[in-house]
């Protein structure tokens, strides 16, 4: 009950009945009890009374770092290769090529919660090997093409690879990087100008279609997934999942084994990978000890007395109400009036006005490197010539409460290419853009760029063969999303900002020899929400 | 303030009533230990050692997560939805959130993802590497706020397919579509967010072909299937040729803090 009332106000040469003095006490000591509720708290207690951040939220955090080991610009360039497990470095996961939904290694964990909603974000990176020299390899990929001993005369493919999110062994079907009918076709956008084709004798148009676009395309890609999941109470497990396709027709990859010519095999591998649970309780178990005090109650021929009316009933719920206890509060007393927000600070940025091109060194896995030339070495604060893709805080990020930073970043690439004349012909696979978050150092100006961020996109999109050898590159148009979670703990000084960096990995592709590559971008964001923890 | 009892009561002095009743409930703040609790529990009323436990929160009065999602794929194309301008933007069935917010929120971070592959034409010269490009149809995607677009959120889909100008001298290759195939999730945080109904959508733009010949909007190219072009078969049969761009498993999320 909200609100409280004598049920009758005692009033002179009124009988002390002892029903009525007690109803003068009762409904206090009960609500006192484990039922205050809204209604009993003034908005007044907002930013007042301690508020955790576990009261509102708790989250699990797990971030890998897997090296693909493209070199550096310092001292040769290579194409990527099977993570290893070294220092804090995982091994990265090679995807089976079994079509089954597997747990991407190390990217699970468990979480307790009572009714709760997770609101839950996964982010890999992925690569399909066989990058490579081999003369055969035209376009600087082995099975891309198809039949890896005559990649000329084979159609082309996608990567194969689905991921997704599953909770408590439940694939989310809504997370899943495809479409709902793997195998099915699609048709070329054509209307037929007459019913029949001239030299069919069956009526009808003769429609093509288009088969394998049911599954992630390219090379290389990052992919970020999320979900609201609703969980009961318990201990739930939350995975990252992925599967592999092989080409439509066939049984499985070709170049599965040790490749004959010393090349990587046909296996997708995934690299740097992170998994974020954020738990937002609906319905908690109680955590609070019950409230109570004892007042006991009138009984007929009792004596009315400065003790039994006063001290030991008046006084004491007096009192109690002067030093609420957790257990006094109903489930649910707090509402937002009442409350903090656990945001300690946000910001984001955009960048749209025109579009960019860079062509700066990447320095290597997990170096923090900067450098301010477009053409230069290291990493590139991108930039449009007018805005910086940087989430700047008024003054700087405050790390003095403990808080982690949720920071999100998206980045339209237009495309990866051989720099200069070749940005058309040009159309090996081979050229990679790498994109990471990092920050500023308040303090020292220096710059931390995440490794555990780095994500690769590379020159995949051309179209490859015909009977005349024709090839043509087209532009990316690719989205690159970006995550990382950042403890304040963990950072030596406030940041002035987060910002998103960029650079190039050179081509390798055959007797063109090392080639310069150019990422060109457009319109991006990058998004902070600095959260209690 | 804390509880004011402004009535003691005394052993062997007669009991006052209306003092005792003010100990009970009054008007005046903070005196009476019903009237106290009547909306008028203050920070001081709380024990020094009192924190909020998150079973005092009322579910989603500080966190709130809605999410919308598609599953089945869809097919749009050029020749059914090609417009141009600002109102030809369509929403993609399946990739929008509604959500009722009760109160004034610090931010609200939208995020959608989508898979897609499509179906979109290059015009270019003739059939050499580096031939100069002519037009292509756009296809483009932008999420909606509220029905106000967000820029930053706007990207072009791949061209996948190559046609000649001259359809009776350039035969191409087939279509980059199954390796352009792909999901994108994307995120835009609102700050300042006001009670009320809020949505996100994505929405769709496809230009329609303005014909290389004819020069008339609307034509699509006129395409000969003896040329293999774009998985054409080597029958000879005529078509026109126009955009796609097909959607598979979609969602959107919004997550709002207080």
Partial sequence: M?????????????????????????????????????????????????????????????????????????????????????????????VSNDMNWEVIDLMTFTKATGVSKLWIVGQVTYIWLGFSTFSSASTGHLFSEGDPSDPFNAPAHPAGVQFALRVNGH???????????????????????DQRSSRRKYPGPDMPDVTETGTMGPHCASVRLGTFYDVLPGTHTIEIVVRRFPPLGQRGHLGTV?????????????????????????????????????VGTFDSEDTISRESLGAEKIDRMAAAFRSVQTGSLSRGALNHFHLTSPVVAKKQSTISASVYSISNKYPGYNTSTVTTNTSGNGWYLLYNGT??????????????????????????VKSVRATGSAQKSGHVHDHFAALALGYNNSSTGAVTVLGQTEVYVNHYNSL?????????????????????????????????????????????????????????????????????? | ?????????????????????????????????????????????????????????????????????????????????????EAAFVNVAGCGVKVYIPYDVTLALWQWTFFFSDFRTLTVEDATDDSPDFASADIIVRASLNG?????????????????????IVGTGGTAEKRSSM????????????????????????????????GSLGDAFEVSGSQKRGGFSSRTASYYLFNRASFGVRSARVLTIL
């Fill in chain 1, 2 to 94: 909200p609100y409280i009332f004598p049920k009758r106000r005692l009033n002179d040469r009124d009988v002390l009945d002892p029903v009525e003095l007690n109803e003068d006490i009762l409904p206090a000591m009960e609500l006192y009890a484990g039922e205050i509720n809204e209604h009993n708290i003034s908005e007044t207690v907002r930013g007042v009374i301690t508020q955790p951040a576990s009261a509102t939220h708790s989250y699990v955090y797990k971030e890998k770092m897997s090296d693909p080991g493209f070199g550096d610009f310092s001292s040769a360039w290579n194409h990527p290769s099977p993570g290893t497990a070294s220092g804090s470095y995982v091994a990265s996961h090679k």
């Fill in chain 2, 183 to 214: 999901s994108w999730d994307m995120c835009h945080m609102q700050e300042g967010l006001s009670a009320g109904w809020h949505d996100l959508n994505l929405t769709l733009y496809m230009e329609q072909f303005l014909h290389q010949i004819s």
């Fill in chain 1, 258 to 294: 040790t490749y004959a010519y010393g090349q990587q095999s046909n296996f997708v591998h995934v690299f740097n990978r992170k998994l974020f649970t954020l738990d937002v309780p609906s319905h908690p178990p109680n955590s609070s000890p019950d409230a109570t005090i004892s």
């Fill in chain 1, 171 to 193: 694939l989310i079907e809504s997370t899943i990087t495809g479409k709902r009918e793997s195998w099915a076709k699609v048709t070329v956008p054509a209307r037929a100008k």
């Fill in chain 2, 1 to 85: 303030m804390s509880v004011i009892l402004p009535y003691s009561y005394v052993n062997g002095v007669p009991l006052k009533p209306d003092e005792h009743n003010r100990n009970v409930y009054t008007d005046t703040p903070h005196e009476g230990v019903m009237s106290t609790a009547n909306g008028k529990l203050h920070s001081t009323n709380f024990g020094s050692g009192f924190e909020v436990q998150s079973e005092h929160i009322h579910p989603e009065e500080v966190i709130r997560g809605r999410q919308g999602a598609g599953l089945e794929t869809l097919d749009y194309f050029s020749d059914g939805i090609g417009e141009v301008g």
């Fill in chain 1, 464 to 533: 490859e063969k015909d009977s005349s050898g024709f090839v043509r590159s087209l532009e990316e148009e690719y989205d690159v999303a970006l995550f990382a979670v950042v403890k304040s703990s963990d950072l030596s000084a406030a940041p002035n900002y987060f910002g998103v960096y960029g650079a190039t990995i050179n081509g390798l592709k055959g007797s063109a020899g090392v080639t310069d590559t150019t990422l060109t971008y457009h319109r991006g964001n990058i998004t902070v929400i600095q959260l209690k923890a």
């Fill in chain 1, 387 to 412: 805005e910086y893709l940087n989430a700047v805080a008024p003054t700087v990020w405050d790390i003095t409460t403990e808080s982690i930073f949720l920071v999100m970043a998206n980045v339209q």
């Fill in chain 2, 148 to 168: 106000s677009p967000l820029l930053h959120t706007m990207r072009s889909l791949p061209q996948t397919s190559t046609t000649g100008l001259d359809p009776d």
